[in-house]
């Protein structure tokens, strides 16, 4: 598969067989990630359905500089697989991108192995965090996919596609080249951020109301997801860094201003989550958007994540005062032993004065935690439940310590404990990795645990019962989802990767 030669081209259209094909149209996909049957069963789409803010940015990008570009989100649709059809059989693309995490992987591979057979000619390109990881070994062992691009896809896949399918020499593109698998280099020369257009939101069928924040998170509708930055400061040892490597860059306050001002004109927007890893990591910035919004208010309330070493009381109070409703904290563990094995400046002093603020000012206070970290033991799990239970914290996110491709603990793991890597299942809400000193079955237990104690504090029982008022329709959601969120209590395994998130 991939580019061997010179390409057939007539009148900018490939002929495949007798089918002409589009050589400047493309086809975006989002994957479902499991079985479309099993959909209504996961937890993580009743509780949190946001749309790909990637692909619509690359769409967005891609039509800008004049190449047409269609979405299909099949975790928001997952009965999508004859909608692609569909859409291949009435517009001929020649190239179909699917982005993907570790989760979607198997399922991509699918997708494009039915196009492959049903379209000849077609050119498959795969990216996303996953693929940013595996590099080459994408190729080696898929031959359903033609190209795979490391890092951001914007400008590989314009120069993709003003090269006429070629990935010769284009930076970030892995291709074959008599059989064996070529990388062309790491991209230099990123995108500059503020020169973005905004993400092709009207692009993703039934946008904005098919989409919804994860519950209790939000005060009003519609609302929606957004990004303001890519990359990350810090090399923590859970986190996979392979599309933005060390990079950090971020919207400036105009650009989020005009950002959040067309969102709310457009589509009517009321609530904005912000899922920067660093949202106020440049403090002035965040300063600035909130004067801004201050000055000329948009009638909109907002979430973001912020770690606590970036963030001071003077900030968060001009943060309330613009309209911030919930922030959220990376806590990972309440031990501090093991925190300071798995992350840079480790303080949950710190951590636990920054909760006390968010809170006095009139914020809701989220914290996000993993179970399972290499290290962990039942002791340590102990500390991280008396600390987290310790401090007036609104909303908790326990996630399940998942060793990804790209993260610096992924090439030891099997070191500290039992790992099986069993893509489909790696949705951090999956146990597939073990500790040594634990069990499986002790580590549901703990999860049981920390839910069931954070449920039966009197505190938190009214905070639910204010978001009646708060966030009704968070409410009519939880309600009209009853069985499918007992049925995660009781037996707490996902199905997908929606994700937790702020």
Known sequence: MGYDGEIPVMDGVEMAGKVALDRRRLLLIHPLGYDASKAGRDISRIANLMPPLGIASIAAYLEQHGFPTHLIDCFAHPDSDRTIDEWMASERPAYVGVSCTTTGFPDARRILKHLKQKNPGLTTIVGGPHISAMGEQVLQECPEIDIAIVGEGEQPLRALLEADGVPEGILGMVWRREGMPVFEGVQKDLVILDELPFPAYAKLAGFPHVYQLPIFSYPRTPSVSCLSSRGCPYQCSYCDRSVFRRSFRFNSAEYLYRHLSWLRSEFGIRHVIFYDDQFTFHRERIV???????????????????????????????????????????????????????????????????????????????????????????????????????????????????????????????????????????????????????????????????????????????????????????????????????????????????????
């Open 288 to 502: 600035e958007f909130c004067k801004m919004i201050l000055d000329k208010p948009l009638g909109m309330t907002f979430n973001c994540a912020v770690r606590a070493e970036h963030v001071d009381r003077e900030l968060l109070a001009l943060m309330k005062r613009a309209g911030c409703w919930m922030i959220s904290l990376g806590i990972e563990t309440g031990d501090p032993d093991l925190l300071a094995r798995h992350r840079q400046n480790p303080d949950l002093e710190v951590i636990a004065q920054v909760i006390r603020d968010i809170h006095s000012l009139g914020m809701r206070v989220k914290g996000l935690l993993m179970l399972g970290l290499p290290g962990e033991t039942e002791e340590t799990f102990q500390r991280t439940m008396d600390y987290v239970f310790s401090l007036p914290i609104d909303d908790v996110n326990l996630t399940k310590f998942t060793p990804f491709p790209g993260s610096p603990l992924y090439e030891s793991i099997h070191e500290s404990g039992t790992f099986e890597e069993d893509w489909e299942s790696m949705d951090c809400m999956t146990t597939v990795f073990v500790p040594d000193g634990l069990t499986r079955e002790r580590m549901e237990e703990l999860f049981l645990a920390f839910y069931k104690r954070h449920f039966k504090q009197p505190r938190i029982l009214w905070s639910y019962v204010t978001m009646l008022w708060k966030s009704p329709d968070s409410w009519r959601r939880f309600l009209l989802n009853l069985g499918s969120f007992l049925r995660f209590a009781f037996k707490p395994k996902r199905i997908g990767d929606g994700g937790g998130g702020a």
